[in-house]
């Protein structure tokens, strides 16, 4: 088997792929449409890419997890023992490699790069990036400087993580002592200025030409290397012009408690009866006393800018519930998106609410991607964001194309990866 390298582009969306680019054909790629898991994320992707498993089977249902023995939602967490499941290459003699995926830390492969910060006392924090085998970060570091944080997210997020990603994705394809026989990089920044502008924005289209100028250049090391080539998008992002609160809605059915600490709303997860983990088009509602579901069922079904309320109690919902998930699982409506806030003034915010703190916020926040009122901070105007992600329907699908064929033709992000794992067994 030749050896391959699998590209994560963010926001790849098929309908975006095909207004930028004009056509579906890229340097000699036929690029097609493949439908999104659901939720349709970047860790349930990235999940799904590495066990041929849907969420409902691997277990990340969002980008975070409630952890109910701590009664505490938390985000971004890099295990890899979060990813319930076998891995694809499990079985093989392949050498493997993870570059910045998401749950990584952990994992059983040669090669690994992966962001690491350590949070200091004083709450700053150290950079770093997680390197295995031992010393790759440091001599990708001194040929192509070093990986900062602020390009890969926060209002400073750009082009430059992807340059990053990319050159060191060519460096280590070159190294013939580690390369990787299958090898998983990512490209994140297409992601933000769809998220921040929407994606008729021509700084969105800027960035996919920028993107698909990175491609051509992991495109070329392919072939000077000796690899095959995988791209896909992960999901499509939709325009949206507002948010929905659903923590509010509870907060005002009494259901969601809050802490007052030094005049500051902070989330009592202990003796809330009901509160919304909201992460982009969707959210995951927990409830502690499960007689109460119906009651909130309709209390959601009712409330302006929810589009679909997904019940456990449902068995003819058409969604498999892993026991991560929610109680319930919310959409938003076509041109919205759901947002973590339960307080009504900005005076009530917690102190996290203006700064880049994606572990301590319990949902998901773009926000972030705003300088705020000071440069120190960020914005909390939800009204900013134009673009969104999530659900799954006809006219969101992802962009993907390969340079070996299937020998079936995959119509989803879970058949590609159902394909890619047969491919590299039977080969």
């Given amino acids: 088997m030749d050896k391959i390298l699998i590209v994560q582009v963010a926001a790849l969306g098929y309908e975006f792929f095909k207004t930028c680019n004009d056509t579906e054909e890229w340097n000699g790629l036929a690029f097609k449409k493949a439908e999104s898991v659901f939720p349709s994320l970047t860790c349930p992707v990235q999940a799904t890419m590495r066990t041929a498993l849907p969420p409902s089977s691997h277990g990340m249902v969002m980008n975070g997890i409630y952890a109910e023995n701590l009664r505490r939602p938390m985000f971004w967490e890099q295990s890899s023992a979060l990813v319930q499941g076998e891995r694809i290459w499990n079985g093989t003699e392949l050498k493997t490699g993870l570059l910045f995926w998401q749950q990584s830390l952990g994992e059983d492969t040669d090669v690994l790069l992966s962001p690491a910060p350590i949070h200091t006392h004083g709450g700053g924090m150290a950079e770093?990036?997680?390197?295995?085998?031992?010393?790759?970060?440091?001599?990708?570091?001194?040929?192509?400087?070093?990986?900062?944080?602020?390009?890969?997210?926060?209002?400073?997020?750009?082009?430059?993580?992807?340059?990053?990603?990319?050159?060191?994705?060519?460096?280590?394809?070159?190294m013939?002592?580690?390369?990787?026989?299958?090898?998983?990089?990512?490209?994140?920044?297409?992601?933000?200025?769809?998220?921040?502008?929407?994606?008729?924005?021509?700084?969105?289209?800027?960035?996919?030409?920028?993107?698909?100028?990175?491609?051509?250049?992991?495109?070329?090391?392919?072939?000077?290397?000796?690899?095959?080539?995988?791209?896909?998008?992960?999901?499509?992002?939709?325009?949206?012009?507002?948010?929905?609160?659903?923590?509010?809605?509870?907060?005002?059915?009494?259901?969601?408690?809050?802490?007052?600490?030094?005049?500051?709303?902070?989330?009592?997860?202990?003796?809330s009866a009901a509160f919304a983990v909201c992460d982009h088009e969707i959210a995951h509602v927990y409830i502690k006393n499960r007689k109460e579901t119906d009651r909130i069922t309709d209390l959601f079904t009712k409330a302006d800018g929810i589009g679909r309320v997904l019940s456990r109690n449902d068995k003819n919902s058409g969604y498999a519930f892993h026991e991560k998930a929610g109680d319930l699982i919310l959409t938003a409506e076509e041109g919205a998106w759901c947002a973590y806030p339960w307080w009504h003034s900005n005076r009530k915010a917690p102190?996290?609410?203006?700064?880049?703190?994606?572990?301590?916020?319990?949902?998901?926040?773009?926000?972030?991607?705003?300088?705020?009122?000071?440069?120190?901070i960020v914005s909390t105007d939800t009204s900013k964001i134009q673009g969104s992600h999530g659900r799954i329907e006809q006219g969101r699908e992802a962009a993907w194309a390969s340079t070996f064929p299937f020998k079936d033709d995959p119509q989803s992000l879970l058949d590609i990866a159902q394909a890619l794992k047969k491919k590299i067994h039977d080969e």
């Fill in 351 to 376: 102190d996290y609410a203006t700064h880049v703190d994606i572990h301590n916020k319990p949902g998901y926040d773009p926000c972030e991607l705003f300088f705020g009122w000071h440069p120190f």
């Fill in 176 to 271: 013939k002592d580690i390369a990787p026989d299958l090898l998983f990089t990512y490209i994140p920044h297409l992601d933000y200025p769809l998220q921040k502008y929407g994606p008729g924005a021509e700084k969105s289209k800027k960035a996919f030409s920028e993107c698909m100028g990175l491609l051509k250049k992991l495109l070329d090391a392919c072939g000077s290397s000796g690899y095959d080539m995988l791209i896909y998008g992960d999901y499509a992002i939709g325009e949206v012009s507002r948010a929905v609160f659903p923590n509010k809605l509870l907060a005002n059915e009494g259901l969601f408690k809050t802490r007052s600490i030094r005049g500051r709303l902070y989330p009592d997860f202990n003796y």
């Fill in 128 to 174: 770093a990036v997680y390197a295995k085998p031992k010393g790759l970060y440091d001599f990708c570091a001194n040929r192509h400087k070093r990986f900062k944080l602020s390009s890969y997210w926060g209002p400073l997020a750009s082009g430059k993580s992807s340059e990053w990603i990319t050159a060191a994705t060519a460096e280590i394809m070159d």
